[in-house]
């Protein structure tokens, strides 16, 4: 599917699957959300630009790789957004967050915004919207007009599941915005719920419900 990279690494489909299953602890669904964060930042980041440096080893001088650019800005959308950031902290420990804290009405699925705090600079960064579930996508939309309001220009999305109608919905606002998923999903059910999909992120991972 254009815009959209599905990791179907064997590690993240493994968690995943364990993920999904409903006898999954509240402590166990988190840890998992976190490792596979790690395994998707490591996918999403993987064409991020190299500059070279000398550097001095015990033995002698050499020119060697670094990041380019400016630090990355993680933006998980609350709550469950919240759920990549440790793991993907380890990874890259100086980039910089973006809250974007946003619910999805019950009743009429779209997005209700109660809290942004972004860095001032995200014109000159890459700006990775996290959040595990792409259902509707009317989250994901939101976030993405905000964040690009506020100036950013690169935008990827992290998620664990879509939903194809996510998707081609997402696609529609932000056609330029690519996608990363650990999977693509059958469809949403009446209530906007992804089905097979993992039922409410939030609440598996704070034990709300
Ligand atoms: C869930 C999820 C996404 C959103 C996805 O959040 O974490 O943010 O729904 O649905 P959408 O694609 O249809 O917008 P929720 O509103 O339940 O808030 P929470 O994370 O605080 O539980
Ligand atoms: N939000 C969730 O947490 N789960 C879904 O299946 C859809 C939206």
Not at 12 to 39: A, C, P, W, Y
Not at 68 to 78: D, F, N, S
Request: with cysteine; proline share 6%.
């Amino acid at each position: 599917m254009r815009g959209v990279t599905v990791v179907d690494h064997p590690l993240v489909q493994h968690k995943l699957t364990l993920m999904r299953d409903k006898s999954r602890s509240t402590k166990g669904f988190r840890q998992l959300l976190n490792e596979i964060g790690m395994l998707l930042l490591y996918e999403v980041t993987r064409d991020l630009p190299l500059e070279s440096i000398e550097i001095d080893t015990p033995l002698t001088r050499m020119s060697a790789p670094q990041l380019a650019g400016k630090k990355l800005v993680l933006a998980p959308i609350l709550r469950a957004g919240v759920g990549f950031l440790d793991g993907m902290l380890e990874l890259v420990p100086s980039a910089r967050v973006a809250h974007v804290g946003l619910y999805r009405d019950p009743e009429t699925l779209s997005a209700v915004e109660y809290y942004f705090k972004a860095p001032s600079d995200l014109e000159d960064r890459l700006v990775l919207v996290l959040d595990p579930m792409l259902a509707t996508a009317n989250s994901a939309i939101a976030a993405v007009d905000r964040l690009k309001e506020r100036g950013a220009r690169e935008l990827r999305i992290v998620c664990l599941l879509a939903a194809p109608e996510g998707i081609a919905n997402f696609q529609a606002m932000h056609p330029e915005v690519p996608i990363w998923t650990a999977a693509i999903d059958e469809r949403l059910d009446e209530h906007g719920y992804i089905v097979p999909g993992l039922g409410d992120a939030g609440d598996r991972m704070f034990g709300t419900r």
